[in-house]
């Protein structure tokens, strides 16, 4: 499908990073706000679905490649199933939470509680809602961009 | 007293919104509805103490859904068009 007027463009242009800051951000507090990696990457999937109609999906298949899409979706849930086997390996069981209280990454316990400003508790959580973030921002995309681009009308096919 | 206004008022939109969508013959109107009864669907679900549920149904709803929508009408001849 063509892209849309220059108006148009240039206001999407404008709340795409916005979009895309506010989907980053409910994926990364995602332990500690309602939220998480489905959530932050549907809004982030919105904001990349609106550049693709404002824009037109010749435009975006110039830049984005549906296949380096599918690749970084499968990347996602490789992450996910690794990280839920070397819960296996370092603790007894699938899905084992072994980062959290080695004060390393995301390992730190709160004396008092967790509160909404501990963005660096949670453990494996945390890297698990990256993961399904990346996950679902490709594959909600891949499926928006190859709608988009397979219904586009003869005249502007090249 | 206002949450219950609230609690009243927004079912009566919903089923208003999805109605229009059904019985109007604008294919891009019917769209528009769908996004709009999707978003008070997700404000129904934030007053109702379910913000995780009200951010899926904003972003997937009234998003992603209505995107697809427009996308699948670009690609077909509007009724209204035709006549």
Known sequence: ?158 | MILEAIHIILPILIVAAAAFAVLTKDLIAAAIAVAAMSLLLSLEFYILQAPDVAIAEAGVGACLTTAILVIAIKATKRMEEEA
């Open chain 1, 1 to 158: 499908m063509s892209g849309m007027s220059k108006i148009v463009k240039t206001i999407s242009s404008i709340t795409f990073p916005l979009i895309t800051i506010y989907g980053l951000y409910v994926i990364a507090h995602g332990h500690l706000t309602p939220g998480g990696g489905f959530q932050g990457g549907a809004i982030v999937a919105s904001g990349c679905a609106m550049m693709l109609v404002s824009y037109g999906s010749i435009w975006i298949v110039s830049r984005v490649k549906e296949k380096n899409l599918s690749i970084l979706e499968s990347l996602g849930a490789v992450c996910f199933i690794l990280l839920a086997l070397l819960g296996l390996g370092f603790g007894a069981v699938f899905f084992n939470n072994f980062l959290v209280g080695t004060n390393s990454l995301f390992g730190v316990v709160p004396a008092a509680g967790s509160g909404l400003a501990d963005i660096n508790t949670g453990g494996v959580i945390p890297l698990m809602n990256f993961a399904v973030g990346l996950k679902v921002i490709a594959g909600l995309f891949g499926i928006v961009l190859v709608m988009a681009h397979a219904s586009r009308t003869k005249g502007e096919k090249k």
